[in-house]
């Protein structure tokens, strides 16, 4: 059997299959993150991605039921330096786990080389191959793939209909979350901080939102160019003012925009479990979880900046590019990052981030025990 990774310049890496068999194609990226695999191939933000791991060994400590951030991956192809199938205490082996649920894998390649042609030269369209399929006939698909620039992916990782899931515990807010295919740990630290939350599909209006009686709202994270997603927008402009709002990686750039910044893709985007993030107002460094391919152009020269809204500013920022990694309006309770403050699997410097909005809800509307 035939396996390989092949880029859209021509350029080819042969290896070994590694979970699913078949042909995949899609924007080719590489993630940073030495733990969560499982989570990463899950995570609604890969869709229509091939994830190349840059940590060396993958699958060593297998795959546990709970772990994933969706009910199915959304990565279409993994690529490996060396996959393992480790089954310990009873998990579920992880190339085995791919197979099953048709993701595509490939292993025994140069990851590290993959990785500097991503860095040097941006992402690319890319296919792995693992089957009878000849290199050319591979390329050819890999050419008809439309590239992530202009597309908009929220539909196809979306739930379809409403749905609450209690607080744990006692009830101290009720949230609010656009799924433009927002990561149940999202949900899961809200809930664990007391909040119930009620999920809506991507496309919903904000009168829906709103008549849900909310006390706050999160615009969650998804995959794609928030660009594409004009009536996304539309809503998140309805919605600002209303309750408060605080958007995560692809929420802040629609909030971004909503606000009238502008989005733009970046060269190989950040994915990984070790970005810093400054804090501007603190001086604070969080090493943060990231997944992203588009990114808030900042405003000209000063952190400030001018809404319909009011006054913005510019409240984090990359310590690697520079790159806006948080918002708000000044004197109103809407914000925004583009980290991922959940991190599962970790780290957890930025998770108050999630914790202390409920906490915030629940301090300005007190509410009795559900």
Same mark, same amino acid.
């Given at each position: 059997m035939s396996a390989f990774l092949v880029l859209e310049d021509g350029t080819v890496h042969r290896g070994r299959p590694y979970g699913g068999h078949g042909i995949a194609v899609g924007e080719l990226v590489f993630t940073t993150s030495m733990t969560g695999y499982q989570e990463v191939v899950t995570d609604p933000s890969f869709a229509g991605q091939l994830i190349t791991f840059t940590q060396p060994m993958i699958g060593n400590y297998g795959v546990e039921q &709970?772990? *994933?951030?969706?009910?199915?991956? %959304?990565?279409? %192809?993994?690529?490996?330096?060396?996959?393992?199938? *480790?089954?310990?205490n009873g998990r579920e082996g992880f190339s085995d786990w791919l197979a099953a649920r048709g993701v595509v894998g490939l292993q025994g390649v140069d990851t590290r080389a993959i990785t500097r042609r991503l860095r040097d030269g941006g992402s690319v369209r890319a296919a792995v191959s693992t089957g009878t399929a000849s290199i050319a006939e591979v390329l050819e698909l890999v050419r008809a793939e439309p590239p992530m620039l202009g597309q908009a992916l929220a539909a196809g990782v979306s739930r379809r209909e409403p749905e609450t899931v209690a607080a744990r515990g006692k009830e101290l807010a009720h949230v609010a979350v656009? &799924?433009?295919?927002?990561? *149940? *740990?999202?949900?899961?630290?809200?809930?664990?901080?007391?909040?119930?939350?009620? %999920?809506?599909p991507w496309d919903c209006g904000a009168a829906q939102v709103l008549a849900s009686h909310p006390d706050g709202i999160v615009l969650g994270?998804?995959?794609?160019?928030?660009?594409?997603l004009r009536a996304c927008v539309d809503v998140v402009? &309805?919605?600002?003012?209303?309750v408060p709002l605080l958007g995560i990686c692809l929420g802040h750039q629609l909030l971004g925009q909503a606000l009238g910044l502008e989005t733009f893709k970046l060269r190989f985007?950040?994915?990984?479990?070790?970005?810093?993030?400054?804090?501007?107002?603190?001086?604070?460094?969080l090493v943060t979880a990231q997944n992203h391919g588009f990114a808030v152009r900042p405003p000209e020269e000063r952190r400030e900046f001018e809404t319909r809204f009011g006054q913005g500013r510019v409240t984090h920022v990359s310590l690697y590019d520079g790159t806006v990694e948080g918002i708000e309006l000044t004197g109103m309770p809407v914000s925004s990052v583009q980290y991922h403050p959940e991190a599962s699997p970790g780290p957890h410097d930025a998770r108050p981030t999630l914790t202390e909005f409920v906490a915030s809800l629940a301090s300005a509307a007190p509410r009795a025990v559900a």
């Open positions: &709970d772990s *994933s951030e969706a009910a199915a991956p %959304a990565a279409r %192809a993994v690529v490996v330096r060396e996959g393992r199938n *480790s089954t310990p656009l &799924d433009y295919g927002v990561k *149940s *740990s999202i949900v899961r630290v809200m809930n664990e901080s007391g909040a119930r939350v009620t %999920a809506f994270n998804g995959p794609g160019d928030p660009a594409a402009r &309805d919605l600002v003012g209303t985007g950040h994915r990984g479990a070790n970005h810093p993030v400054l804090e501007l107002d603190t001086g604070r460094v």
